[in-house]
């Protein structure tokens, strides 16, 4: 269990009551918790205690949850090398999980685990007290075995906070349990996404695609055949945002300094040289490339970003939710960011455009990897809903 | 021998006087004991957020507005990339690519009294970065950083390149500073640091319009300095060009002291990226008229109504608003019945010598408007002169007492009695028959003698227009 756990706290807390009462939480050493160790999986910040809580795991412990440790991650949460996401839950040491998804961490790490990750939409749950890295495209994914779980989670931590500007001022979804009326429900199979997949994981996904038919949903072709471009954006608007983010990082204040520096400059390349491991670096020194020498091409990427969120907004209304594969597999640990990347490129869109994603396992015994739903901005209740009446219709032997 | 003219920028920092830094909640002190005023976000440690300032948003769009800048509906944060140790997080907040204002105008005298309006390119807000100390320790040299200054908040003016002398930039920088002042977004104090000039400067050909490579120019500490360092590089720049150098974008600091510009760095450019946290700032109409409406009557506007409606010259009207503290007190003056005339010359001459001395404020001195009022009005009704009023002036500032419980504890009331002076004039012209002949033989000088006498007589209390009449009558009644 201790190679799950990065820290567990000698004596949990006890929980108030609540909602979440009863509930075993997992977070990851990127969130802040007063008190507890948050290294976020960097040498940057070894041996860094945080200061106050997370808005995140105030709302869960006053819900009554408890937060009985965090997980082992990847630096900074940047994909899944070294992080043992979704493994507390298959061992039963936590009911739910949350994740930090940057382009698509929580959605894969709920497939590997073979439980549901959902990805919320951009803007509904408060980033203070995250130590984070792209912060236009970052946010918690929940992991639990349980939609319900999840749901009562997201009801939790979502809504406004006075300690988070960034939040778009706009109406919280009502996440009380609400019918799917599947004769009048629409999911769209985007035509492009499927891209590059071999031909085997392509009719995997196909058969995933079956049983959203046989549950009774509308399916429906549509096309975005500007698909393909949001990794690209991604690595480029992305990296940009990271490299800006990790310019704290510079042990003036905080984390580790290396000692021995002639002058500032010097001390600045040994500190975060010995700060950051091989494969945050290279996405860094990509961040600060398009930052310093092609300033241009991150103005493209910023521009075609708009363009993919008016695409999928344009799609919304040809459809009420949309199905996207789910590659299952890929190098373990990926040593390249090109490695990396590779297994994202069907999760960052969400990222990308700042929408709600929810990853569903398949039932027992199917051999598809499981499918990806997403919707339009803030229909995250409804697409919960949604994933609550998949379960139950294969509960009652349909799937 | 060619002649040249210089085309002259300036980039004016302005702190703003909020109450908080700009995007967290502390302490807007950065002369407070160093790292007093410091918390999590403005030292961005790892999880913090930053909170724009509703204050700093409001004090920056009032100075917008009072420098005639147009007020952007759309305007947002970028980060200026670089890496130094004063800079917490390794780029600055500031508005680079959508600020916060933009155009506006200043207008000025030129050295030949003509008028010059010097335009403003835009105005955007930024954070104030830590304040290095360079020490030795032992034989070791550290350097220690106080972040009290650290997300202090700042407002960037920077002009369209329209200066073309010295004099142009410093008449811009006074006339900035005391509509600044005006708006009550900052003292804009040179010496101080809460005003700081950058100056670019490049020459051409007389009569061209080329724009040639520019040289920026710091560490000027007064507006003084920047007149003498616009004008030593002017001259620099000039006998370079004439002895076929070719001038370098570069950046070179002020040296009060020897009065040369001397170079400092190659100028570093960082990429600005927009900052993805800080919301976009959307500024409704009816939020900038209701900015508007705050907009207090600037102060060109009421050097012309101090010309109109009290009937001062135009240069007094200029020097006394100039200052808003001064202007409202001069108005408070007349409020209380004061004669324009009187309150400008005492306000000028007298208050604001002795408030200087005493190193007081003039808002806040021991001698309000009311209580200088009351001592002008009893000099406007002659019943004390103006040795006495000077005189109660300078006690006004120790005791709470009323001006006219001073003036009666210390026997400064004045004597306008013709009954009680006549006494004392017959007794004068008694003791002097020489010099009551010398003014009936017609020495005006003599009558001055008398007069003095009579005044020494009655302890310098004695009205000198009644004194005059009596004494001129009576020597001549006499003869």
């Known amino acids: 269990?201790?190679?799950?756990?990065?820290?567990?706290?000698?004596?949990?807390?006890?929980?108030?009551?609540?909602?979440?009462?009863?509930?075993?939480?997992?977070?990851?050493?990127?969130?802040?918790?007063?008190?507890?160790?948050?290294?976020?999986?960097?040498?940057?910040?070894?041996?860094?205690?945080?200061?106050?809580?997370?808005?995140?795991?105030?709302?869960?412990?006053?819900?009554?949850?408890?937060?009985?440790?965090?997980?082992?991650?990847?630096?900074?949460?940047?994909?899944?090398?070294?992080?043992?996401?979704?493994?507390?839950?298959?061992?039963?040491?936590?009911?739910?999980?949350?994740?930090?998804?940057?382009?698509?961490?929580?959605?894969?790490?709920?497939?590997?685990?073979?439980?549901?990750?959902?990805?919320?939409?951009?803007?509904?749950?408060?980033?203070?007290?995250?130590?984070?890295?792209?912060?236009?495209?970052?946010?918690?994914?929940?992991?639990?075995?349980?939609?319900?779980?999840?749901?009562?989670?997201?009801?939790?931590?979502?809504?406004?906070?006075?300690?988070?500007?960034?939040?778009?001022?706009e109406t919280t979804p009502d996440?009380?349990?609400?019918?799917?009326?599947?004769?009048?429900?629409?999911?769209?199979?985007?035509?492009?996404?499927?891209?590059?997949?071999?031909?085997?994981?392509?009719?995997?996904?196909?058969?995933?695609?079956?049983?959203?038919?046989?549950?009774?949903?509308?399916?429906?072709?549509?096309?975005?055949?500007?698909?393909?471009?949001?990794?690209?954006?991604?690595?480029?608007?992305?990296?940009?945002?990271?490299?800006?983010?990790?310019?704290?990082?510079d042990s003036v204040r905080y984390g580790v300094r290396v000692p021995?520096?002639?002058?500032?400059?010097?001390?600045?390349?040994?500190?975060?040289?010995?700060?950051?491991?091989?494969?945050?670096?290279?996405?860094?020194?990509?961040?600060?490339?398009?930052?310093?020498?092609?300033?241009?091409?991150?103005?493209?990427?910023?521009?075609?970003?708009?363009?993919?969120?008016?695409?999928?907004?344009?799609?919304?209304?040809?459809?009420?939710f949309w199905a996207i594969p789910v590659e299952r597999g890929g190098p373990d640990a990926p040593a390249s960011l090109a490695d990396t990347y590779a297994q994202f490129a069907l999760t960052a869109y969400a990222n990308v455009a700042g929408l709600p994603a929810l990853y569903l396992p398949p039932a027992q015994g199917r051999p598809h990897p499981g499918v990806q739903l997403s919707g339009p901005r803030l229909s995250d209740a409804r697409l919960l809903a949604l994933g609550e009446h998949l379960l139950n219709a294969r509960r009652g032997g349909n799937a | 021998m060619m002649e040249f003219e210089a085309v002259i920028g300036l980039e004016i920092h302005v702190e703003l006087n909020c109450a908080t830094k700009m995007f967290c909640d502390c302490s807007n002190r950065p002369g407070d004991k160093p790292n007093m005023n410091i918390c999590p976000t403005c030292l961005w440690f790892p999880g913090a957020l930053p909170r724009l300032s509703r204050e700093a948003l409001e004090k920056a769009a009032l100075l917008c507005l009072g420098l005639g800048a147009e007020l952007q509906p759309r305007s947002a944060f970028d980060q200026k990339v670089y890496y130094y140790p004063d800079l917490p997080k390794g780029y600055q907040l500031s508005q680079a690519h959508l600020p916060l204002a933009r155009g506006g105008a200043i207008d000025i005298s030129d050295e030949n009294g003509r008028p010059r309006k010097l335009r403003i390119h835009h105005i955007h807000m930024e954070e104030d970065v830590a304040k290095l100390v360079h020490e030795m320790e032992g034989r070791l040299p550290i350097s220690l950083v106080d972040f009290n200054r650290a997300g202090a908040p700042l407002?960037?003016?920077?002009?369209?390149?329209?200066?073309?002398?010295?004099?142009?930039?410093?008449?811009?920088?006074?006339?900035?500073?005391?509509?600044?002042?005006?708006?009550?977004?900052?003292?804009?104090?040179?010496?101080?640091?809460?005003?700081?000039?950058?100056?670019?400067?490049?020459?051409?050909?007389?009569?061209?319009?080329?724009?040639?490579?520019?040289?920026?120019?710091k560490n000027m500490n007064s507006i003084r300095h920047v007149g003498d360092a616009v004008a030593y590089e002017i001259n620099r720049q000039s006998a370079d060009v004439q002895a076929g150098k070719v001038v370098t974008l570069h950046t070179r600091l002020w040296d009060p002291d020897k009065k040369v510009t001397l170079a400092m760095r190659g100028k570093f450019e960082g990429p600005c990226i927009p900052d993805p946290v800080v919301p976009v700032i959307e500024l409704a109409p009816e939020w900038i008229e209701r900015m508007r409406t705050r907009l207090p009557e600037m102060p060109a506007a009421r050097a012309e109504r101090?010309?109109?409606?009290?009937?001062?010259?135009?240069?007094?009207?200029?020097?006394?608003?100039?200052?808003?503290?001064?202007?409202?007190?001069?108005?408070?003056?007349?409020?209380?019945?004061?004669?324009?005339?009187?309150?400008?010359?005492?306000?000028?001459?007298?208050?604001?010598?002795?408030?200087?001395?005493?190193?007081?404020?003039?808002?806040?001195?021991?001698?309000?408007?009311?209580?200088?009022?009351?001592?002008?009005?009893?000099?406007?009704?002659?019943?004390?002169?103006?040795?006495?009023?000077?005189?109660?002036?300078?006690?006004?500032?120790?005791?709470?007492?009323?001006?006219?419980?001073?003036?009666?504890?210390?026997?400064?009331?004045?004597?306008?009695?013709p009954d009680a002076l006549d006494a004392l004039i017959d007794k004068v012209l008694a003791e002097q028959p020489a010099a009551v002949a010398d003014v009936r033989a017609g020495q005006g000088k003599a009558l001055g003698f008398l007069i003095g006498q009579v005044m020494q007589a009655s302890g310098g209390k004695a009205n000198p227009k009644v004194l005059r009449d009596l004494l001129a009558k009576k020597v001549s009644a006499a003869s």
């Not at chain 1, 995933?208 to 046989?214: F, N, R, V």
């Not at chain 2, 007190?329 to 604001?352: C, D, K, N």
């Open chain 1, 260 to 320: 021995g520096a002639k002058n500032w400059n010097e001390m600045y390349l040994s500190s975060r040289g010995a700060a950051f491991g091989p494969l945050l670096k290279s996405y860094l020194f990509q961040g600060t490339f398009f930052q310093f020498e092609r300033y241009d091409a991150y103005e493209d990427a910023c521009r075609i970003r708009a363009r993919l969120v008016a695409g999928m907004r344009r799609l919304a209304a040809q459809a009420d």
């Open chain 1, 1 to 169: 269990m201790d190679s799950i756990f990065f820290y567990r706290p000698p004596e949990a807390a006890v929980p108030a009551d609540g909602p979440l009462k009863g509930m075993n939480i997992a977070i990851q050493p990127n969130v802040s918790a007063a008190g507890w160790p948050t290294d976020a999986g960097s040498n940057a910040l070894a041996r860094f205690v945080a200061l106050e809580d997370a808005t995140v795991v105030e709302r869960l412990r006053q819900a009554g949850a408890s937060i009985c440790g965090s997980t082992r991650m990847s630096e900074f949460g940047f994909g899944l090398d070294g992080s043992r996401a979704g493994e507390a839950i298959k061992r039963n040491a936590a009911h739910a999980e949350l994740v930090l998804d940057l382009m698509g961490e929580s959605r894969l790490a709920a497939s590997a685990g073979d439980v549901c990750g959902f990805k919320p939409s951009y803007g509904l749950v408060s980033r203070f007290g995250l130590i984070g890295l792209i912060p236009s495209m970052e946010c918690y994914g929940i992991l639990s075995d349980s939609l319900k779980n999840i749901r009562e989670i997201l009801k939790a931590i979502a809504g406004p906070d006075e300690r988070d500007f960034s939040l778009p001022d």
């Open chain 2, 155 to 217: 407002v960037e003016i920077v002009t369209e390149p329209d200066f073309r002398t010295p004099s142009e930039a410093m008449e811009f920088l006074k006339a900035l500073r005391t509509q600044v002042r005006y708006v009550g977004s900052s003292e804009c104090s040179m010496e101080n640091g809460t005003m700081r000039v950058d100056a670019n400067i490049s020459v051409r050909p007389k009569g061209t319009g080329q724009m040639n490579t520019k040289v920026e120019v």
């Open chain 2, 306 to 417: 101090f010309v109109s409606q009290h009937g001062l010259s135009g240069e007094e009207a200029v020097f006394l608003s100039a200052d808003p503290e001064v202007a409202g007190y001069f108005e408070a003056l007349i409020g209380q019945g004061v004669s324009p005339r009187t309150a400008m010359h005492w306000l000028v001459t007298q208050l604001i010598p002795a408030v200087k001395d005493r190193g007081q404020e003039l808002s806040g001195s021991a001698v309000p408007p009311a209580r200088f009022a009351a001592l002008l009005n009893m000099l406007a009704r002659d019943e004390i002169n103006a040795h006495a009023a000077r005189e109660v002036l300078g006690q006004l500032f120790d005791s709470d007492k009323a001006p006219e419980a001073i003036v009666s504890a210390l026997g400064f009331r004045q004597v306008s009695d």
């Open chain 1, 175 to 249: 996440f009380s349990p609400q019918n799917i009326d599947t004769g009048k429900t629409t999911v769209g199979i985007i035509k492009e996404a499927p891209g590059s997949l071999p031909a085997r994981q392509e009719s995997l996904y196909r058969a995933a695609i079956e049983t959203l038919g046989d549950a009774g949903l509308t399916v429906k072709e549509l096309s975005l055949p500007d698909f393909p471009l949001f990794l690209p954006v991604h690595k480029i608007v992305g990296a940009v945002e990271a490299s800006s983010c990790t310019g704290r990082y």
